[in-house]
Nanobody, 125 residues
Framework: QVQLVESGGGLVQPGGSLSVSCAAS????????MAWFRQAPGKEREFVAA????????YYADFVKGRFTISRDNAKNTVYLQMNSLKPEDTAVYYC??????????????????WGQGTQVTVSS
């Protein structure tokens, strides 16, 4: 069983920056592929970014390329999502997820084994 706990959400003005974190339990964190998804009010949850543990490949949704950065610190069992140039449409609950085995298509939610409870990010003036 892996537990994921997100933190760092909050209110930020348009154009601002925010970093959210996801702390994972487990001794083999470095072998987990990690991802971020988000769900805006009234919308389905969507893929944001992923990092494959086996290949080191990083994936981003088109709408965050150049603005968001996913990274990890294996010593701290933590994955981060740095969000810059935030827009009101980035307002959502942000979830981290992990895949213990090989990472399939990174945007497919059923490929992930564990999910966090989410952290709210609100972009508003």
């Amino acid at each position: 069983q892996v537990q994921l706990v997100e933190s760092g959400g909050g209110l930020v003005q348009p154009g601002g920056s925010l970093s959210v974190s996801c702390a994972a339990s487990g001794r083999t964190f470095s072998s987990y592929s990690m991802a971020w998804f988000r769900q805006a009010p009234g919308k389905e949850r969507e893929f944001v970014a992923a990092l494959s543990s086996r290949t080191g490949t990083i994936y981003y949704a088109d709408f965050v390329k150049g603005r968001f950065t996913i990274s990890r610190d294996n010593a701290k069992n933590t994955v981060y999502l740095q969000m810059n140039s935030l827009k009101p449409e980035d307002t959502a609950v942000y979830y981290c997820a992990t895949a213990r085995g090989a990472l399939g298509p990174p945007n497919q939610q059923d490929g992930y084994d564990y999910w966090g409870q989410g952290t709210q990010v609100t972009v508003s003036s």
